[in-house]
């Protein structure tokens, strides 16, 4: 309690930043036990879209997957150059299946590629597509339980998509972006507070699949972090709080 009221202090007068009070309130050493917080979300986000592409199952893509992992974690690299074409509807299902998607349950809980605190995997995946054969152009999100895309909004998002992140032009160039986010609702309601540190690892294994998935396709993607919060939630509709945006990874052929 003495430290607690010495980094408050800090925070006051300048010295300690606020990340550090977070820090000492999320810690699980009895200072303040982090304590669930509202309801439930549920496991899954299901969003009613205007229109619903169905993808081809996991298995039925996993011949796209080249390479053996040492030789894909080797040469995965943030790639921000794309070849010409666009990318395959095949390509787009493996990459999301193998990374992110669903491949069964246990105990009442899915089970997927990548780790998760609690096995709550707060991490959505929006596709923003602008060049996806036989994909119209629109913000999509990914349902991993109906291995489908929701159409959100119809367009090329895509130039927006590069303003908001700062005018980062592999963010409008490439055929299609991933818009990762995290329900964080769904890992506070078990964790409260603590839950801030969880969904910025379960991200970061989910990006991690993605980059390693990309290469294995013959893709590439990279790891984009500066983005305006407020204008991406608007772009995607989600509150910001409950929901809010964690990465944007622009996905293209590897060069
Ligand atoms: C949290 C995070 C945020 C990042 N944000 C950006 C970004 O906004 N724009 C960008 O071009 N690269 C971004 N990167 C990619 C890094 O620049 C890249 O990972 C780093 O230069 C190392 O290169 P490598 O990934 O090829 O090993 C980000 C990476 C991480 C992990």
């Known amino acids: 309690m003495e430290e607690m009221g010495r980094v408050l202090a800090g925070v006051g007068s300048g010295e300690v930043e606020p990340a550090r009070v977070y820090h000492e309130f999320a810690k699980l050493d009895g200072v303040r036990f982090p304590a669930p917080v509202g309801r439930f979300p549920g496991l899954v986000k299901r969003v009613r879209g205007l229109r619903e592409v169905k993808l081809p199952s996991g298995r039925d893509v996993a011949h796209l997957l080249k390479g053996g992992l040492a030789e894909i974690i080797v040469r995965r ?81 895509r130039g927006e998509l590069m303003r908001i992140a700062l005018d980062q032009e592999h963010v409008g160039e490439a055929p299609l972006d991933l818009v990762l986010t995290v329900v964080y609702a769904r890992t506070r309601w078990k964790y409260g507070i603590r839950a801030y540190r969880y969904v910025h690892l379960d991200t970061g294994f989910a990006a ?11 893709l590439g993607t990279c790891a984009v972090g500066a983005f305006y919060d407020d204008d991406l939630s608007d772009l995607l509709g989600i509150d910001g ?15």
């Open 77 to 157: 690299r943030s790639r921000r150059e794309y070849g010409p074409g666009g990318v395959r509807l095949e390509e787009l299902a493996a990459l999301l299946h193998f990374s992110v998607g669903i491949w069964g349950s246990k105990y009442g809980y899915l089970l997927r590629p990548y780790p998760s605190a609690g096995a709550l995997q707060p991490v959505e995946v929006y596709p923003v597509i602008g060049d996806v054969d036989g994909v119209e152009p629109g913000i999509y999100h990914y349902d991993p339980s109906s291995s489908s895309l929701k159409l959100l909004r119809a367009g090329d998002w």
């Open 208 to 218: 991690q699949n993605i980059y390693l998935v990309a290469e294995a396709l013959g």
């Open 241 to 255: 709080w409950n929901e809010f945006p964690m990465l944007i990874m622009p996905v293209g052929r590897r060069r």
